[in-house]
């Protein structure tokens, strides 16, 4: 798997903090990413093998073809993507079941992630938010 650094771009920034920027499921075998209008988190994703898939919706998102898909065989290649995600502040998803965080939370409580990490969603009282999570 290749090796990418987060590029230090106000666009990336704005894209987590707008929510156009994060972990959106990761519950099977693949990892999907949403990442709308943000150039350089689509590069920083592609870097890292990332795929553009075209998507009408997954069921719980309408982003419609946003998404970037990352293969993940087993639990063990998930954790380690997780934690690498994570380490680049890019937030996972709360609020459904097995969500991004709660498979982040799942995979710590067996020993294959180790921290904290920052989440996002429309679930806080005072809306859409990226807070970090111990």
């Not at 592609?46 to 069921?59: L, M």
Request: hydrophobic share 40%; proline share 5%; glycine share 10%.
């Amino acid at each position: 798997m290749k090796v990418a650094s987060l590029p230090p771009s106000a666009e990336l920034v704005r894209a987590i903090r707008t929510g156009d920027l994060f972990v959106a499921v990761c519950s099977g075998a693949e990892i999907w990413n949403v990442c709308r209008g943000c150039e350089s988190g689509a590069q920083f994703l592609a870097s890292r093998g990332y795929v553009f898939r075209q998507i009408e919706s997954c069921g719980v998102h309408d982003v419609k073809g946003h998404y970037f898909v990352l293969p993940v065989p087993d639990n063990a290649t998930k954790a380690t993507e997780m934690m690498w995600l994570r380490d680049h502040g890019i937030p996972f998803e709360i609020g459904k079941e097995w969500s991004p965080a709660e498979v982040f939370e799942y995979l710590r409580d067996l020993g294959m992630t180790k921290g904290g990490y920052w989440s996002t969603g429309n679930f806080f009282p005072d809306g859409l938010d990226v807070r970090w999570n111990k």
